[in-house]
């Protein structure tokens, strides 16, 4: 052991402070530092510092602990001045994977923190499992599925549950777009994540109303190291769709001041299926070269970030913009299969005609985060605008004028258009005092979301809500950690009238503009509560979490009347509907071992007042040109299932593994009783075996992994879902870093559905019209970091 040399530092009390960093000098967030004789461990804040209060006179020592590097440990002495300690530079290990050594340390962290069941990622993990977005590269973690449409569109299904019962969080603030519906995906830019928190189970009491399922937290990049500039560049392709693309960040930072900037964009084509011919109402579909036509798009995405940091005050600000256009699968959106110009289609495989979607999202989000003593304040405050667009041909429906009014407004091909913005607020405060962390927060959010287009769905929509919680951590000792948390939710939603923008023929013979949604306005309130337990007395570990949450109805389900062209299916809202609640009780276990992981998250849920969208016997031919009805309703239902984790390592370069889910539904009241829920995913597990073999000289950090997943027949369906049938399959990836000069270029390899297998997704939005999920992809990602002064950081 070495004595660390110290500084005074101009601080109230016996405080000892310091800052954790790489041998690049770039900070080391979450690394453990441990001190003794007291045992008290705390974690190195996104700055790689640290701080401990009211340290005793006397001789002390520090163990500082960060997976991928060398244990650091030092002796030092208190006097009565507070210390400052000089930054403790960590020596890295070799041959450690930086996406593991992030997830592992952070996450077994994290176990000791939080009793709900959780799965934690960091930017290299997602570089190496890229898929079309950043749902589509979280799909390997047992759980989590996604609902997809096209090659680059999805939405994340936690343990079944998706749409507005899954929250997801980025950058502090709840992002909201169009999630009502499955052909809305999130506007994420992955390449800007820099570490994914996936929770799994009710959330609401950190994330308010909507986590009744779960949340995906989004965390931004590590900050850039003190006096540093530089970047990178991400660049990437694929071969299903021939898409191309990268990303290019750049960065600068002095001591206290920084900024940094990302531009990503893609371009891509329709992609292929293991299928020449499939089949819309039973008209057999003709794919040419295999490719599903008309599902071409591109991604234009920009970022900005910049701030002022001290070791006690830093404010962050940021500023994103997204673009995506994408279009329709031309058979299945709302034209008749047999009115599809195949030659206008068909020739070229990178155009897109209608129909499209277009959308943009803008976020400004200011963080700030004050440290006083042992107590932290945060604030964050953001405003978000999403602006959706749906191109398609104009369709006439009952008294639909049958050629579109020049005198109209919106474009003639303009379906529909949301365009929504919003405002929130978030304020936290964490306290310490002795073995208690007590958190109190507020939170609260407006949404205004206006309409347009010829075609009707929901109405133009206002809502407000608030909450506010208080979260209690109790350490009891080193080997146990008790919580408890309460939160208060108000929201107020305001749905606005909606008059055709035609005449029809009333009963009474008359000619009058039909309302299709009448002016509503409801309010909803709940009290949610958590507890839970963490036991850790070394290598096995032990979680138990009680709690429940609520969700208030959308304006989709209270008010929605019309034809989804999607699903084709007419969709009527029930303005009497009660806010769905949830009680759920989540268990973990698990053990650490040298060579050995295992850990299994067993939960059981349920819902008193599900809400679903119920399929009737009847028909709609007056809007919805014979299309079946289906209306929101409310049942009890019972849900439970859980995970299975297990690695072994073996040999000296071996690593197996072996990720498994299950989920049972059962909707125990209303029409559908004894029926599974929609989307439900089956019975699946993913095998794997990698090979890292010491190519230090060639290729630093080299991997090969093979995976197979193996996925049960579901069964359990409510129609006018169809069962669909198992399958297997299998991908490869290798990659590792090459060097050139100083810089390590990383380059990761990808060779999805490795034998083109036919199969369906239950979670796919085209699953219902029987298509196949996409077939072989290669996928080649190369990160290429550079240095214009200092030392790099990425």
């Not at 997602?126 to 390997?140: A, F, V």
């Not at 084709?568 to 973990?588: C, I, V």
Request: proline letters at 4%; charged letters at 20%; hydrophobic letters at 35%.
């Amino acid at each position: 052991m070495i004595l660390l040399f110290a500084l005074p530092a101009k601080l109230v009390g016996q405080t000892l402070s310091g800052k954790v960093v790489s041998s690049t000098g770039q900070p080391l967030t979450g690394a453990t530092i441990t001190l003794m004789p007291e045992k008290i461990a705390l974690p190195s804040d996104v700055n790689g510092t640290f701080r401990f209060e009211a340290v005793k006179k006397g001789r002390h020592s520090l163990r500082i602990s960060f997976v991928g590097y060398k244990t650091f440990a030092s002796l030092f002495i208190m006097s009565s001045d507070s210390l400052l300690l000089k930054d403790i530079i960590l020596r890295a290990e070799e041959g450690q994977l930086q996406e593991i050594t992030i997830k592992e340390d952070y996450q077994q962290l994290r176990r000791q923190q939080v009793s709900l069941s959780m799965e934690i990622v960091g930017a290299d993990y997602l570089r190496r499992n890229l898929g079309g977005s950043l749902m589509q590269s979280l799909e390997k973690l047992p759980g989590i599925k996604t609902i997809g449409i096209g090659s680059g569109g999805s939405k994340p299904l936690i343990r079944g549950l998706g749409f507005n019962q899954v929250v997801v969080v980025e950058n502090g603030i709840r992002h909201e777009g169009q999630q009502w519906c499955a052909d809305h995906a999130l506007e994420i830019d992955q390449f800007a994540a820099g570490r994914v928190e996936v929770i799994k189970g009710p959330s609401a009491f950190l994330y308010g109303s909507e986590a009744i399922g779960g949340a995906v937290d989004i965390k931004p990049a590590v900050l850039p190291a003190g006096h540093t500039a530089g970047g990178s560049a991400d660049l990437m392709a694929k071969s299903n769709n021939g898409l191309y693309g990268g990303s290019v960040n750049l960065y600068a930072r002095k001591q206290r001041v920084f900024a940094d900037a990302r531009m990503t964009w893609q371009e891509y084509g329709d992609y292929r299926v293991p299928a020449d011919t499939m089949y819309v109402y039973d008209y057999a579909v003709p794919l040419h070269e295999n490719r599903l036509r008309n599902t071409a798009g591109q991604e234009r995405n920009v970022h900005l970030r910049t701030g002022w940091l001290t070791s006690q005050f830093q404010s962050v600000f940021y500023l994103s913009h997204t673009f995506s256009q994408s279009g329709f699968f031309a058979n299945a959106h709302g034209l008749e299969p047999r009115r599809v110009d195949l030659d206008l289609h068909d020739r070229s495989s990178r155009d897109m005609q209608l129909p499209f979607q277009q959308v943009s999202h803008t976020k400004i989000i200011s963080q700030s985060e004050f440290r006083y003593g042992q107590n932290r304040f945060d604030m964050e405050l953001g405003y978000q605008r999403n602006f959706r667009q749906e191109h398609s041909q104009y369709v006439n429906h009952g008294y639909m004028p049958p050629v579109y009014p020049s005198e109209q407004s919106a474009p003639e091909t303009l379906e529909r258009a949301y365009d929504k913005t919003v405002f929130s607020a978030n304020f936290k405060n964490e306290l310490t005092y002795k073995n208690h962390t007590l958190t109190i927060g507020t939170s609260g959010e407006q949404q205004r979301n206006t309409i347009g287009g010829w075609g009707f769905l929901i109405p133009a929509f206002t809502q407000t809500s608030a909450g506010a919680f208080i979260l209690d951590k109790f350490k009891v000792n080193e080997k146990l950690l008790l919580q408890g948390a309460l939160r208060y939710d108000l929201g107020r939603i305001h749905i606005r009238e909606y008059n055709d923008w035609f005449t029809s023929q009333s009963e009474s013979g008359n000619s009058t503009y039909l309302t299709r949604a009448e002016a509503i306005t409801r309010t909803f309130k709940n009290v949610n509560w958590s507890a839970g337990l963490n036991y850790t007395p070394g290598k096995f570990f032990l979680k138990v979490n009680a709690g429940s949450s609520f969700r208030m109805p959308i304006a989709k389900e209270l008010a929605a009347n019309g034809i989804n062209y999607h699903y084709f299916r007419y969709e009527k809202g029930d303005p009497s509907l009660s806010a769905e609640k949830s009680y759920q009780l989540d268990l973990g276990t698990g053990i650490n071992a040298e060579k050995f992981t295992a850990e299994l998250t067993p939960f059981l849920n349920y819902f008193p007042n599900y809400i679903y969208l119920n399929p009737t016997a009847r028909h709609d031919y007056f809007y919805g040109a014979g299309n079946q009805v289906f209306n929101y309703a409310q049942s009890r239902v019972l849900r439970y299932g859980s995970e299975l984790q297990l690695t072994y390592r073996f040999l000296s370069n071996w690593n197996a593994s072996l990720a498994g889910e299950y989920l049972y539904t059962r909707q125990l009241s209303g029409a559908k009783r004894g029926y599974a829920l929609p989307f439900s995913p089956p019975a699946s597990a993913l095998a794997g075996i990698t090979y890292k073999p010491n190519w230090d000289k060639l290729l630093t950090d080299a991997y090969f992994t093979l995976d197979c997943r193996l996925t049960a027949r579901q069964n359990r369906i409510v129609p006018p879902e169809r069962p669909t049938p198992a399958y297997q399959v299998f991908s490869f990836s290798a990659g590792g870093k090459v060097k050139t000069g100083a810089q390590y270029i990383s380059v990761s390899l990808q060779v999805q559905n490795t034998w083109n297998t036919r199969y369906l997704s239950h979670t796919s939005f085209y699953r219902l019209i029987g298509l196949p999920e996409a077939g072989r992809n290669v996928i080649l990602a190369v990160k290429i970091p550079f240095v214009i002064k200092g030392k790099s950081t990425s």
